[in-house]
């Protein structure tokens, strides 16, 4: 446990060392306000709640969280010291761990740093504030199943871009996975049953009840066991290829 | 102390390591030397617990680096060949991550780390990003590093490389001050250093050992007297 605080330490710590932390947050609020307020209609829709502001979140995160994820132990292997790294009395799993929580608490100060647009709801109206703070949760939840998807991606490449481009692909397709575009396409190779497995495994299913506040435990399962996948596998590839 | 024991590692069809056994005992240093490709680092990285061996076993302070390796790690102290580190961090912020990973607090932390920076003669850059230094303070963070716990064991993949020759003579000077009851190995190409500091030196080429020997006997091995002309010989079979 505490080396996992130790490798989390420094590497939050490492975000705000760098632009890295500030061109993030940055975007990450200009966008996620101007989704809200041109695409959402968030004003215009005269209701006092904030939809239009979760609704895009799985989109704005398919984008930045793979940015944020790419470099995780990508960049551990391009400078080398991922050696160093693993050659501390530091477990695997506690360094992934570690890793994965900087970065996941970092996207969720982002996330909290939207608190305005939370302010403004609840000045022009009477929202429910319960539903806001579950919506907030349910989003949180789902930036940490894109973390660990990039996290692992991130692992078995040196080059950041690649992890990138990938995470993304891969984001998409779970992003995707419960909609016609990808059902079509699996629905004439395999059977029927399968094709109902990868539709439950749909990020916008899940993310779609818990983004209206209601916080359906099975959901919370769905996340909580795909970012515990994903850090398994990630764990297994740093142990596979810290030497390549 | 280190056991190896029939160590070998292949990296596909490539065999980097083949049927190394040496044991090292405290007290000694020992020098590693070899052309570039002979294994020197594939073998300190597989003592480290980095590289897996293909077969063979190192004990490392009587823990197995395969079965108990934090228990072998926690007695190590590392530097990687290049010195790699956290550039974004400075020397301050980085010793301290080491700290906490070695579990050192209170008075002996202070102390460690104002002896590590005292001796390393890092006072001057301590708040500046690693990154933004040059190479040889580079390679003293590394080493300062390597050494904060005061570890059994200290395995130093050429930590001279990039210095100037005043600097080298300080990092020899001060691998000669902690050598006593220490486990120490070092590789390198220059010659000079194995006669300035190792007790003993070994030469591997193409994954073999081809002699273990002191560094006096080594030059008796030899016509020559110059260990230049002597590891030519050797490295390259004319000597058995």
Known sequence: ?244 | MIKIKNLSKKFGHLTAVEDVSFDVQPGEVLGFLGPNGAGKSTTMKMITGFLAPTTGSIEVCGFDVSEKPIEAKKRIGYLPEGAPSYGEMTPVQYLEFIAQVRQLTGQNKIDRNKEVIQRLHLDKVLNQTIDTLSKGFKRRVGLAQAILHDPDVLVLDEPTDGLDPNQKFEVRELIKSIAPNKVIIISTHILSEVDAICSRAIIIADGKVLVDDTPEGLRNKSSSDKMDDIFREITSGHIS
């Open chain 1, 1 to 244: 446990m505490k080396n996992i605080i130790t490798i989390f330490k420094r590497e939050l710590g490492s975000y705000f060392a760098t632009p890295v932390a500030y061109v993030f947050i940055v975007i990450f609020l200009i966008m996620s306000g101007a989704m809200s307020f041109y695409l959402g209609n968030l004003y215009e829709r005269g209701q006092a709640d904030l939809s239009p502001f979760f609704q895009y979140h799985p989109w704005l995160y398919l984008f930045l969280v793979p940015a944020i994820a790419m470099r995780l132990w990508a960049e551990e292997r391009k400078s080398g010291t991922i050696e160093l790294l693993m050659t501390l009395p530091i477990s695997v799993g506690q360094s992934v761990i570690g890793k994965f929580l900087a970065a996941w608490v970092f996207i969720g100060i982002a996330l909290i740093l939207t608190f305005p647009i939370w302010i403004t709801i609840n000045y022009l109206g009477d929202p429910d504030n319960g539903v806001i703070l579950a919506a907030y949760l349910g989003s949180f939840l789902m930036a940490g199943g894109f973390l660990a998807i990039g996290s692992c991606i991130s692992a078995m490449t040196k080059n950041q871009v690649i992890a990138f481009i990938i995470t993304v692909v891969i984001c998409f397709l779970f992003l995707l996975a419960g909609s016609p575009l990808v059902l079509n396409f699996f629905k004439a190779l395999i059977p029927q049953n399968i094709v109902d497995a990868i539709s439950s495994l749909s990020f916008l299913t899940h993310y779609a009840s818990l983004a209206k506040g209601v916080i359906d435990i099975r959901d919370v399962i769905y996340f909580v066991s795909l970012i515990g996948f994903w850090l398994y596998a990630n764990t297994i590839i740093v142990e596979m290829k810290k030497a390549d």
